[in-house]
Each structure stands twice: as structure tokens, then as C-alpha cells.
Nanobody
Framework: QVQLVESGGGLVQPGASLRLSCAAS????????MGWFRQAPGKEREFVAA????????DYRGSVQGRFTISRDNAKNMVYLQMISLKPEDTAVYYC?????WGQGTQVTVSS
């Protein structure tokens, strides 16, 4: 059974930073691309960032480009999302994803 467990969310002020973590288990983690998605209240879930199995390729939605960085540590079965210069519009539940599976999400709230 594949399990993804996110952590690291919280309430921060605009301009602050957070690092989200996702612990993966139950499959050969290093063989799969990983991604982060988010869902704000009343909105559909949207793509945030993705990373290839070997970390050679990354992709970001335009609004987070230059502020968010996705990374992974295959030895630890972890994927991370470093977020800087957070904005109120980044407020959402952030979900870790591997093909076919989702974590439970972690809340990120950016507010003064």
C-alpha cells in the first residue's frame, strides 16, 4: 500500500518561508516522478510543481516559478517543497502526489 504523508504546513505572514515535506512508502519511490498540488477553498486542485525520478527535470506553475523549489531525496523516500516569499494567494491545502496516489494534505495559510 502506497502512503504519502505531508508535513510542514502552518500559518505564516506574507513574505515568509516554509518547507513542506512528504514521506513516501509502499513502492519503489525512486522510480517515479513526484509532484505537489494545492487546493484553495472553493477552487479546484491545481498543479504546483513536479520533479522527475532522478531530479533532472522539474516543472512549476507560473505563479510560483522563482519562489518555490521542489526537491527529493530518494535515499530517504522524501520529497520537499521549499516556498519563499509566500503570498496570501498561496493559501491552500498542499498535497503530495505520485502517479495514482495522494497524501492527506497539509494546510498552508498566508495571512497578516
Amino acid at each position: 500500500q502506497v502512503q504519502l504523508v505531508e508535513s510542514g504546513g502552518g500559518l505564516v505572514q506574507p513574505g515568509a518561508s516554509l518547507r513542506l515535506s512528504c514521506a513516501a512508502s509502499g513502492r519503489t519511490f525512486s522510480s517515479y516522478a513526484m509532484g505537489w498540488f494545492r487546493q484553495a477553498p472553493g477552487k479546484e486542485r491545481e498543479f504546483v510543481a513536479a520533479i522527475s525520478w532522478n531530479s533532472l527535470y522539474t516543472d512549476y506553475r507560473g505563479s510560483v516559478q522563482g519562489r518555490f523549489t521542489i526537491s527529493r531525496d530518494n535515499a530517504k523516500n522524501m520529497v520537499y517543497l521549499q516556498m519563499i516569499s509566500l503570498k496570501p494567494e498561496d493559501t491552500a491545502v498542499y498535497y503530495c502526489n505520485t502517479p495514482g496516489f495522494w497524501g492527506q494534505g497539509t494546510q498552508v495559510t498566508v495571512s497578516s
